[in-house]
């Protein structure tokens, strides 16, 4: 590693941050930041700023794996899960930009990746339970604030989310659509198409929970072939990025608690659904802030580099 920037915002240009465990980074102006000479950029400013910028670090040569949401659906640009589809890398150079999909779809695709190669999906129904760090810091604050309010009988006023957050549930992540779904829901059925397979179809209900880190998935799927309940959980055990805890007992399942500071997707409950033909029914849980985030960029540029696409490209 030659060189390595942080850059940011004018408000946090010449604020330093921490990189490995000894050095830190003075932030630069991304206004005026100059991208050429850099390899990659992991961009994840909000998804106007990497409209914006984005395709000026590429035209810089910099190849930029975004975050946001902002490139996620154009046809040109690879939507990647590198357990899942490491092969749409191979498209990158067309704008030089490859997206990050959302959380909440990065996890449900790793857990399903390994059961639609052997039994073909055909249909999901899925409802989160998603933590509010998905929705930033702030959104993290409230859920405190509001929290501790509530044992000390003081008034609150949602200002992070539609409905009060602490000790609640709200069903509505993202706005709504014309067919009455969020964008959250329409996200998940839409790059889980564009990842995994263009014929599946998804439906979901997407749910804000009070749990600070860590997004839960109970998953329906329907398969085109009879689906093995040991046989799945065999090849989900076998698969990269999964970790299978499911043990028929008291506790014997991951929680969103569990998987805080991991790098896997865990998967349990793992059942069959005796109401449709080849159904089977799952619990998934994963860290979003990692593997629904910063880690899934990672891996992507690990990748990258790993088969030697950046040098084929120079």
């Avoid at 589809?85 to 990050?100: D, E, S, V, Y």
């Avoid at 929680?255 to 998934?284: H, K, Y």
Wanted: some cysteine.
């Amino acid at each position: 590693m030659d060189r390595i920037a942080a850059v940011a915002s004018g408000r946090s240009a010449g604020a330093e941050v921490s990189f490995g465990e000894k050095a830190t980074l003075k932030v630069q102006n991304l206004e005026t930041f100059d991208f050429s000479g850099y390899d990659i950029g992991l961009f994840s400013p909000g998804a106007q700023v990497s409209a914006v910028h984005a395709p000026r670090a590429a035209a810089a040569g910099c190849v930029v794996i975004d975050n946001t949401s902002h490139f996620r659906m154009e046809p040109d640009v690879p939507l990647v899960v590198p357990e899942v589809n490491p092969g749409a890398l191979a498209q990158f150079r067309k704008r030089n930009i490859i997206a990050n999909p959302n959380c909440s779809t990065i996890q449900m695709v790793v857990a399903l990746k390994p059961l639609h190669d052997r039994y073909r999906v055909k249909r999901v129904v899925v409802a989160t339970y998603q933590s509010v760090s998905g929705a930033g810091k702030e959104a993290m604050d409230e859920l405190f604030a509001h929290t501790r309010a509530v044992f000390v009988a003081d008034p609150t006023t949602p200002e992070q989310f539609p409905k009060e957050i602490a000790f609640n549930c709200i069903p509505q992540i993202d706005r709504f659509l014309e067919d009455g779904s969020t964008k959250e829901e329409w996200k998940m059925a839409v790059e889980t198409r564009k990842i995994l397979d263009p014929d599946i179809a998804v439906f979901a209900t997407c749910v804000r929970v009070p749990v600070f880190i860590g997004h839960g998935e109970a998953v329906n799927v329907e398969f085109e072939k009879p689906v093995d309940v040991e046989e799945a959980r065999e090849l989900l055990s076998e698969a990269p990025g999964v970790i299978v805890l499911d043990r028929q007992e008291e506790g014997g399942y991951a929680t969103p608690l569990d998987a805080q500071g991991e790098d896997a997707v865990f998967v349990s409950r793992l059942r069959r659904d005796p109401t449709i033909p080849n159904g089977l029914g799952f619990w998934c849980v994963a860290d979003n802030l990692r593997k629904g985030a910063a880690l899934n960029a990672v891996q992507i540029a690990e990748t990258l580099i790993a088969e030697g696409l950046l040098r084929k490209a120079a």
